[in-house]
């Protein structure tokens, strides 16, 4: 099984629903994040988490929004979805900045990815 | 802000090698990640490195420059399976080191 699963794998949806994506992690991983990803533009970092108390926006986070329900579950909500919404949506955790293979680096574990259209 | 720029296509042989070179302007720099990413998959991480010069693995390699602000991932004996997308991520200390991506080169292996 993944470390990293989301839910669903796939969505078509129409413009104006509320639509939410569920993230899982079995890595004991602190910190996880949701990115989107566009062809051409790389993945773009929506909103992120270091711990259960804390979120934060990331560089595009206009039109969505987050809930941390516990160390391993980070879900993402589009209240009111619309066509440009359309992307392929990651979450990733990263581990602690001191131990595991890369202490103090930032290095990300992603999920399969959830890809969403909106018609 | 971060600017990180790789060349957004290549296109080589099978058993050729190419290197996709990765430029920064960062504040803050920690460290360099090269991750793959085939088709409509997630990315997997290949390298990472932190000090300047060469890692190798296998057939990839990949180097830092830290005082130019350059990487690049080198990849030896192309098999059509290593047609995919290749992301540069420079992590940050000045972002509680959150991974900044540049936006992919994707290399595609002809027979």
């Known amino acids: 099984d993944a470390d990293v699963t989301q839910t669903p794998r796939n969505r078509i949806t129409k413009t104006g629903k509320r639509i939410m994506l569920e993230c899982s992690q079995t890595k004991g991983h602190d910190r996880m994040y949701w990115y989107r990803q566009d062809p051409g533009l790389g993945l773009q970092l929506i909103y992120y988490?270091?711990?259960?108390?804390?979120?934060n926006k990331g560089e595009i986070s206009d039109g969505y929004s987050v809930s941390r329900q516990a160390q391993a579950k980070f879900s993402l909500s589009l209240e009111s979805a619309i066509p440009n919404q359309t992307a392929l949506y990651f979450c990733?955790?990263?581990?602690?900045?001191?131990?595991?293979?890369?202490?103090?680096?930032?290095?990300?574990?992603f999920g399969e990815g959830s890809r969403l259209t909106v018609l | 802000g971060q600017n990180i720029d790789q060349p957004t296509e290549m296109t080589a042989t099978e058993g050729a090698i190419v290197q996709i070179n990765c430029t920064y302007q960062t504040s803050g720099f920690n460290g360099l990640f090269w991750y793959q990413q085939h088709a409509g998959e997630a990315p997997t991480f290949l390298s990472y490195n932190v000090l300047d010069g060469l890692e190798e693995k296998g057939r990839f390699s990949s180097f830092l420059s830290r005082s130019k602000g350059y990487s690049y991932l080198l990849l030896k004996e192309l098999q059509m399976k290593d047609s995919a997308s290749y992301l540069c991520a420079v992590s940050l200390l000045s972002n509680d080191y959150k991974l900044s991506f540049g936006a992919g080169t994707t290399v595609t292996v002809r027979a």
């Open positions: 988490s270091f711990d259960v108390k804390d979120i």
């Open positions: 990733a955790t990263s581990g602690p900045l001191a131990g595991g293979s890369y202490p103090g680096t930032g290095e990300l574990f």
